[in-house]
Each structure stands twice: as structure tokens, then as C-alpha cells.
């Protein structure tokens, strides 16, 4: 089968030939139709990641056909009885195990979900890492509740995208930063309320002004930023943190945090469970993950150069076999 | 009456003689038998606290007598309607309202509740503002389960010797640390499992062998020593955050809080609920609170410096009107 292998450290995986794994039993061998890029395959690619190895197939998103059904995966396996955190044999498909750039990708059965129906394979495609990890930082760890005031930072991202949508759907007042006008724009054109651009010294102002404060606050950021966040919480405000691009957070105020009874929650991936939850509320809501750009498995490399620009808005789709019924 | 009227700034308050207050319809005059005093006294006093008047009554923690019951008082008022956080219209008693420091008290009689039946009255003095604090941040905000491995930190002040009391008869593993290796050998007394003084550099990898790691912290200090504490964290840990005398958090990681899944709850003080709920935990478990020092009412100079030293085990008292019979 062809397959993006990761060869080497900094060098953009390639096509190449691999023999089509064998399941055993229990697993299922699932021929994939599109598969999505993350930010940890750049990460893994450019060896900021634990564990890696070579050779490898990356990929943690993918959809497309087993036994006759339309599939998408859930790329965290082995997550454990405690639903408050992984198990410590949790993994993410793509990395120990081989991932869904490839024409086929080996499971645990249980790791296969119908695909919702009203999506096709490239939409399927983006959502379960992104749309996991969104689910569970917003509802399972942040409990948004219905016309909650919502900030959500950095919302080019995959998560943060989602994150968007779903607060809307779930019929929050959805506010967003990023450091593009563009993207700000897009997202009001999605339903958030407004926007500020955090490569302009006022934007906590601008917020303030705009929102008055927040009752939850999705973060993927960390660093400088931060504390502000804390100043534009409400009273009960929840914090979800599900990344730290910008490093460690300097100067966080304990008495803001005390007085107005915030929670600063972390939160990665989700159980079982959450990706159930998360098939059904996309299913309700029939809500649509945002396509930025599909490259054919061939053109790999450019997939990954695209996602690394960070210019993207919504996920970057690699189409891997648009046609169920021919074969190669 | 006699009181303890603070008159001006960095003066502690001296022994005056006042009007006793007439109760309106709905409050109540309880007779103090015992007051004890919190370090929100100390910081009034220096000026470190917003909307300080002149002249005024401290204290917020007072048992007494009622209508012929003997009778605590919840010093949190008009928490209002939201169980997850005080409204703006939350005060705390001994200001603005004048306080406990006095041989009579005006407050809203639902602010009364009897006192438990197996306390004295100094040690039900210790028990309202310092009680509810600990019950709140440990039970309310971390949900502490049995069993679990619990940190509470500087173990001398008032709150955390109460929430590390609590968190034993919750029937957790119990750590502490504190500045005094006495006060630690005296939490160990109590039940504490162990303990490290923060004074001493190795503290973290003191708890860390000791311990292993927590699933609850309890800590009033922030500042730098914080970023040690998520490190010290369990998956799915809590730490709650009821103070921050050491000041701002330097360089807190994204990546430890997402990863581990680790809650930082902002808490203070507490509902009415939580107030009934802890003095039903201190029944129940016919929990103690440490009494430090008893002084007189006379002598309130010297109780406020005792609390001012920082040497204190337990609460600094007041003894007011220790026989309920004798009429002044």
C-alpha cells in the first residue's frame, strides 16, 4: 500500500510502498479515504515529541471504510477506567502505532465509530482528534452551560476551530482572538460575536470592551498572554488549557484567582467516553468541521508544509482514497 | 460594652468603651463569650485591605450566647444565590459591619447556628471563618475522596491546620509543610503522615519521597514555591488556592497541567451551604480546632501581635465573656 513514512528527523514524510498490515483478531484493518494533519505530527516530524521512532506512519485523524461501513477512528486508545485522566498505557494513533497517512490503517475495533452522516470523508476526516480534545476542555472539563460568555484563543487552530463551533452550536456568546484579521473575521462569519487580533498591544482592552468578561476560557496558548485571561474572567470562570505554544506562564495572580472562584483546568485528548459524547453532539447539532485544504497522498509533503506555515484556517486534509469501490 | 475599636492605621485596636448595638427586627445581639482573631484582622489593621473605615470593631470569628442557645456565627454574608461564588454584595464580619472583638455583636440572625455541642467556646471561636475556608477549598472545590494523598502547605496558619485536621478525619493521607520544623512535628501529632520545611531547598524532593505525589494540595502561599507544587501533582490532581502571601506565580507550565489534567481551583471563604455542611463534618467527626493562645479582651494588643509573630499553632483567642451568667 502507499504510505507517508516518516524516514528521519526534519525531513517531511514521504510516499512510499508498505506491505498492507495483517489484523488479528479484534483489530480492524480500515482502508482509509481521508485522513487529517495535527500540529504533533509537525512536532513529531521536527522531533519535539516523546517516543518517536523510525520508520513510521503519521496520521492520529482518519475516515473510511471497514466491513462495509462508513468509519471514522478514535486516535486515543487504552485511556483507562478513570475518566478524569489517560491511563499511563494511553497512546495516540500515529505514533507508537502506525497512523491513517496511508491507504490502510490497523485498530482496535473499538477504536472504530460510525462516520457521521451528514459529514463526507474529508469533513469526517478533521474531526476526531481536534474534535475530541475541543469536546472535552469545553463540556467534560469547563461545563459550558448555554449563553456562557466564551473566549477562544488562537482560533485558527484545529481545536480552537472546533472549540468555536461547538460553543456556538452549543448556543454560548462566542469571542475570539488570533493574530489574523482574517481569521477573526471567518470565525464571525461562523457565529462568534467578535474578535481580537493578540499581535495588537490592546487586545485585553478590546476584549474587555466587547465581552465585559468570560465565564470559560479555552487556551491553548500559555505564556505572556495568560494572566491577562485572568483579569477578563467573570466570577466562576473556568480556564481550559489543552496546549502551551507560548511556554510557561509568568506571573499568575493567586488572589484573582481566589476572590473570583476561577478554575485553571487542564485538559488532553478525552476518553472513550468524550468521543462518544462528542459523535453525538456533532450528530445533534449537525455541525461541520472546516476544510482548509486537500492534498492528494502524493503531494504529503506540501500537507505538512501548509499546516506548518500556520496560515491555515480549519484542518489541513490529506485524500488518501476518494473512491471506495476501486481498487489499487 | 468594651470592644476593640481600631481607631487608625498600624495601631492594633485598644479597649474602648462603645453603645451596645440595638438589634433591628431579623438580627441578632450575641453575646460573645470567645472571639479569635484571622490574619484579614492583622491586614486591616496595616492598611493591606480594600474598604477599611474608621472607627471600627474587628473580628469575624465569635461564639456566644443567643436567646439562651449557645451559638456560633457565620462570618460570610449575603453569599447570595450561586453556590460557586459569592455575590458582590458578599461581606465577610468585622468589616464593614463591626465585628466579634467586643463583648456584643449585631448580625443577621441566619447568620447563627448552634454551636457544636463538644466544643468549648474558645475552640468554637477558632472554628467559623478558618473552618469554612478549609471545608470549602478541600471538600466544595477539590472534592477529596478518602484515601487520597493530600498536601496542604504552611500548616501553622489557621486554615490549613484546619483543612490538614479535616482532610485526616476525611480518612486521606495527610503531608504538610510549614517554615517550623515544630509546627510540622505537631501536625504529625494530629495524624499528619509527614512533612518538609519550605525553608530548606530539597523541600519538593523531601515530599516527593516521602509522598510520591498528590492528588490534592492545599496551599495559601503561590509565588515561587508553586511551580514546584504541580510537579509534585498525581494525574487528575487538584490544588486549591485560598491565599497567595508569597505573591505572583512565576512560570507555570502549560504542558504539566494539561498532560496530568491537573485542576488549579481558586477558593474562598464559603456558601451558607458549606457552612452547614462543615459544621456537620466537625459533629460528625467531632473535629478540634487548635486553640494557639487565649488573651482577654483586654489584652487584644497582644493577641493581634502574637498572630502579627507568625509563631502561632492554631488560633489566637479572645476570651471575652467566659461566664455566660455575669452580667458587666
Known amino acids: 500500500m502507499k504510505a507517508l513514512v516518516l524516514q528521519e528527523k526534519n525531513v517531511w514524510p514521504a510516499l512510499q510502498e508498505v506491505p498492507v498490515p495483517t489484523p488479528s483478531e479484534g483489530e480492524a484493518l480500515v482502508r482509509i479515504s481521508a485522513a487529517a494533519l495535527n500540529h504533533r505530527d509537525i512536532w513529531i516530524v521536527k522531533g519535539m515529541y516523546p517516543g518517536i521512532r523510525y520508520p513510521v506512519i503519521l496520521g492520529s485523524d482518519g475516515a473510511g471504510y471497514w466491513e462495509g461501513r462508513e468509519v471514522i477512528i478514535n486516535p486515543g486508545m487504552n485511556w483507562g477506567d478513570d475518566p478524569r485522566v489517560q491511563s499511563k498505557a494511553f497512546s495516540i494513533l500515529g505514533l507508537p502505532a502506525n497512523g491513517t497517512l496511508a491507504e490502510y490503517v490497523l485498530v482496535p475495533q473499538q477504536q472504530v465509530y460510525d462516520k457521521p452522516p451528514h459529514l463526507n470523508m474529508q469533513e469526517a476526516a478533521a474531526l476526531p482528534l481536534a474534535g475530541l480534545t475541543a469536546y472535552r476542555v469545553l463540556f467534560t472539563r469547563c461545563g459550558l452551560q448555554p449563553g456562557e460568555k466564551v473566549l477562544i484563543s ?18 454560548a456568546e462566542v469571542y475570539v482572538t488570533s493574530g489574523s484579521d482574517e481569521k477573526i473575521q471567518r470565525a464571525i462569519a461562523l457565529g462568534a460575536r467578535a474578535g481580537a487580533n493578540y499581535r495588537k498591544a490592546d487586545w485585553p482592552a478590546r476584549l474587555k470592551e466587547e465581552a465585559g468578561g468570560f465565564d470559560v476560557i479555552i487556551d491553548s496558548a500559555g505564556g505572556p498572554g495568560f494572566p491577562e485571561l485572568l483579569k477578563l474572567c467573570r466570577p466562576a470562570a473556568r480556564i481550559g488549557v489543552y496546549g ?28 472513550d467516553e468524550d468521543f462518544r459524547q462528542m459523535l453525538h453532539f456533532v450528530n445533534t447539532h449537525r455541525l461541520r468541521p472546516i476544510v482548509d485544504k486537500v492534498f492528494p497522498l502524493e503531494e504529503g509533503p506540501r500537507a505538512f508544509e ?20 476501486k481498487r489499487f
Open 154 to 171: 488562537g482560533v485558527g487552530g484545529g481545536v480552537a476551530l472546533l472549540a468555536c463551533q461547538m460553543a456556538i452550536a452549543a448556543g
Open 244 to 271: 502551551g505554544t507560548r511556554g510557561a506562564i509568568p506571573g499568575l495572580s493567586p488572589q484573582l484567582l481566589f476572590w473570583k472562584q476561577i478554575s485553571i483546568l487542564g485538559s488532553t485528548m478525552g476518553s
Open 306 to 325: 501548509r499546516l506548518d506555515e500556520g496560515r491555515q484556517f480549519g484542518k489541513v486534509i490529506v485524500s488518501v482514497k476518494p473512491h471506495p469501490h
